[in-house]
């Protein structure tokens, strides 16, 4: 029995999760919410939704299980709650929340309410990834000893609003990038990073925001992990990764030209690059490769082709689906949300404090998940 979803917000980030809702045999998009009568009218001419003018409302209807939450950040914990006080499950984009505070208030609801909490939109969720962690687990080549994850692209110059380039609303690269890196280094390396070094950078007084950072962290048993991000638009990471992964987009303050309008709902038909991600075992280095894995030994370099058989989005229906059908421990929780956030808020700190940040809020990866 498919999962009815609601989801709040049909704006940028819902182009990159429709595809998942035209594709899941597990999901459907049974209701939206929005501002924009575009975006409504495009989800219930493509997808038969029901829509709604508030969160409010959306969170009212019966005929919705779940709600993914993509409403600006600094609304995701105020919109998270609401919809877990009133019975649904809920899949929140990231960032989670811009305060612990608030990451753990969205958690204690969903623990009350007796509902589950997913963590999602992160690129943690893309398939090569989840089977370079898993090789990571198994033990395979040994012990993972670093992990190394790069991006650089045009993020300070595409479309913003206000609130997406203003820190204290979650808004910068640390807020809206690292915890798509963060996810990456979680997975791979077992969930917990002791602690983050990391320095940040605001280049261009035009474009007032971080718009880079450099992060250096470390995990539980001893492995080492760098975060870098430039999102300044004079190279490209798709000169890294074989041409995949966002290339330049367009520029200015024309945010209407980056949301969904109603246009056709495109199937990605290649995995989805953020950036070189490297992670070294004691046997092997293991990167992503245009079909799946590259695994580098002694050797040689053999590919693991893995298919392209889900669209983005479906990774985090799968994860709710189990928590919700079947009692399966969610891998991105709402603890490990938190957890994640802690890292993110921890650059910040780091950069700002010119030192090491100790954590203490991590989550491992559950058994059975």
């Not at 990764?241 to 987009?249: D, S």
């Not at 209407?256 to 309008?261: E, I, V």
Request: charged fraction near 25%; hydrophobic fraction near 40%.
């Amino acid at each position: 029995m498919r999962l009815r979803i609601g989801l709040a917000g049909v704006g940028a980030g819902a182009l990159n999760i429709l595809p998942g809702f035209a594709h899941s045999p597990i999901v459907e998009l049974a209701a939206a919410a929005d501002l924009r009568e575009e975006a409504l009218a495009g989800v219930a001419r493509e997808f038969g939704a029901r829509t709604y003018r508030t969160v409010e409302a959306l969170c009212q209807d019966d005929g919705v299980d779940a709600i993914w939450v993509a409403t600006p950040n600094h609304l995701h914990a105020e919109h998270t709650i609401m919809a877990l006080e009133h019975g649904k499950h809920v899949i929140v984009s990231k960032p989670m929340a811009v305060t612990l505070e608030e990451c753990e208030a969205m958690n204690q609801a969903a623990e009350r309410n007796g509902r589950v909490l997913v963590a999602g939109h992160s690129q943690a969720m893309a398939a090569p990834i989840r089977r370079m962690a898993e090789l990571a687990r198994r033990g395979d080549y040994g012990r993972l000893f670093m992990v190394h994850t790069w991006h650089y692209t045009d993020w300070v110059y595409r479309p913003r609003l206000a609130a997406e380039l203003d820190e204290p609303q979650g808004g910068g690269v640390v807020f809206r990038q690292s915890p798509h890196q963060i996810d990456i280094v979680r997975l791979i390396g077992g969930g917990v990073v002791k602690s983050v070094r990391a320095t940040t950078y605001d280049l261009d007084p035009k474009r007032p925001t971080t718009g880079a950072y450099t992060a250096f962290l470390e995990l539980e048993g001893g492995a080492a992990a760098t975060l870098v991000y430039s999102g300044y638009g004079r190279f490209s990471a798709a000169e890294l990764t074989f041409g995949e992964g966002r290339g330049p987009t367009a520029q200015g303050d024309d945010k209407d030209s980056l949301r969904y309008r109603g246009q056709p709902i495109e199937q990605a038909t290649r995995h989805p690059f953020f950036g070189l991600t490297i992670a070294s075992l004691e046997r092997a280095d293991i990167r992503q490769s245009p079909q799946g894995l590259y695994v580098h030994t002694h050797d040689g370099r053999q590919e693991i082709e893995l298919p392209v058989e889900e669209q983005r989005g479906e990774a985090e229906f799968q994860e709710l689906y189990d928590a919700v059908r079947h009692g399966r421990p969610a891998i991105h929780s709402g603890r490990w949300g938190q957890a994640t956030h802690e890292v993110t808020l921890a650059i910040r700190q780091s950069a700002r404090e010119g030192r090491e940040v100790q954590l203490s809020q991590q989550a491992r990866i559950p058994e059975g998940a």
